[in-house]
T-cell receptor, first 114, second 113 residues
Framework: DQQVKQNSPSLSVQEGRISILNCDYTNSMFDYFLWYKKYPAEGPTFLISISSIKDKNEDGRFTVFLNKSAKHLSLHIVPSQPGDSAVYFCAARNSGAGSYQLTFGKGTKLSVIP | DADVTQTPRNRITKTGKRIMLECSQTKGHDRMYWYRQDPGLGLRLIYYSFDVKDINKGEISDGYSVSRQAQAKFSLSLESAIPNQTALYFC????????????FGSGTRLTIV
């Protein structure tokens, strides 16, 4: 039972355009959401996060939007750059039972075409 | 030095062999995790430990064992390696709140032939 779903395995975007990566979740005990970026031969690195009490968080070219009623979040990258080409993982923190563990989606491979 | 160090970075071993992957961290975190990454399957949790005396199975623990030797060290063992354990393995650490997320190591690429 996948609690965090990234339904698009891959996405290609032209340099300079907007990249939108989507993530859906099912567990209402998730209270914090994070995006990780992973380059080949490296470990995932934290990119941006959002608390469930907010609907938007922005950090430079990266913005995460949260729609709690739809249990949906998205990561916007504007403008997209070739160096953004990586696998992006959506993750959600489970506040249930005080475990605060993260559940990860399967990832979306973003390719930014020069 | 990296916050989370995994050794070895790459390993090729034969079916049936025992192999240990090691992880050490300088973050001072209590919580440590082992994940494997396979194409199309994302990051799957193998084992996790919330402190030195706490070990828990993740979603795919069969065929694996772990040891938490100290707060900073968490090793993963494959007692008798099989080819479908060929994957990229990541160790991660976190504080008890998880708000700052996990810090991952650079990974171990393990190939079982």
């Amino acid at each position: 039972d996948q609690q965090v779903k990234q339904n698009s395995p891959s996405l290609s975007v032209q340099e300079g355009r907007i990249s939108i990566l989507n993530c859906d979740y099912t567990n209402s005990m998730f209270d914090y959401f994070l995006w990780y970026k992973k380059y080949p031969a490296e470990g995932p690195t934290f990119l941006i996060s959002i608390s469930s009490i907010k609907d938007k968080n922005e950090d430079g070219r990266f913005t995460v939007f949260l729609n709690k009623s739809a249990k949906h979040l998205s990561l916007h990258i504007v403008p997209s750059q070739p160096g953004d080409s990586a696998v992006y993982f959506c993750a959600a923190r489970n506040s249930g039972a005080g475990s605060y563990q993260l559940t990860f989606g399967k990832g979306t491979k973003l390719s930014v075409i020069p | 030095d990296a916050d989370v160090t995994q050794t070895p970075r790459n390993r090729i071993t034969k079916t049936g062999k025992r192999i240990m992957l090691e992880c050490s961290q300088t973050k001072g975190h209590d919580r440590m995790y082992w994940y494997r990454q396979d194409p199309g399957l994302g990051l799957r949790l193998i084992y996790y430990s919330f402190d030195v005396k706490d070990i828990n199975k993740g979603e795919i623990s069969d065929g694996y064992s772990v040891s938490r030797q100290a707060q900073a060290k968490f090793s993963l063992s494959l007692e008798s390696a099989i080819p479908n354990q060929t994957a990229l393995y990541f160790c991660a650490t976190s504080d008890s709140t998880g708000i700052r997320g996990y810090t991952f190591g650079s990974g171990t690429r393990l190939t079982i032939v």
